[in-house]
C-alpha cells in the first residue's frame, strides 16, 4: 500500500472514531441531562461561586482524546 493510502486510512480512522465518540457522548450526557442529581449545600455553594468550569483534554489518549493537524 503506498503512503498515501496509509495517511487516508489513518484519517479515516480518527474521522470514524470521532464520530463515533461524539455519538457515545451525546447520548451519554442526554441521559446524564435527564438524570437528577442530588447536590449538597456545600457543593451548591461551589458551583454558585465558580459558575464556569474550565475543562482540558489529554492529546495522547486516542481514540477518545487527540490534536490533530486542524486543532
Same mark, same amino acid.
Given at each position: 500500500?503506498?503512503?498515501? =493510502? +496509509? ?10 472514531? *470521532?464520530? =463515533?465518540?461524539? #455519538? #457515545? =457522548? &451525546?447520548? !451519554? !450526557?442526554? $441521559?446524564? $441531562?435527564? &438524570? %437528577?442529581?442530588? =447536590? *449538597? $449545600? ?5 458551583? *454558585?461561586?465558580?459558575?464556569? +468550569?474550565? +475543562? $482540558?483534554?489529554?492529546? @495522547?489518549? %486516542?481514540? !477518545? %482524546?487527540? #490534536?490533530? %493537524? @486542524?486543532?
Amino acid at each position: 500500500m503506498s503512503n498515501g =493510502l +496509509i495517511g487516508v486510512f489513518r484519517i479515516s480512522k480518527r474521522v470514524c472514531y *470521532t464520530k =463515533l465518540m461524539c #455519538v #457515545v =457522548l &451525546a447520548c !451519554f !450526557f442526554s $441521559a446524564i $441531562a435527564r &438524570a %437528577e442529581i442530588q =447536590l *449538597t $449545600a456545600e457543593e451548591q455553594a461551589y458551583l *454558585t461561586q465558580h459558575p464556569i +468550569i474550565k +475543562i $482540558a483534554n489529554d492529546p @495522547d489518549w %486516542e481514540p !477518545f %482524546e487527540f #490534536v490533530d %493537524e @486542524d486543532g
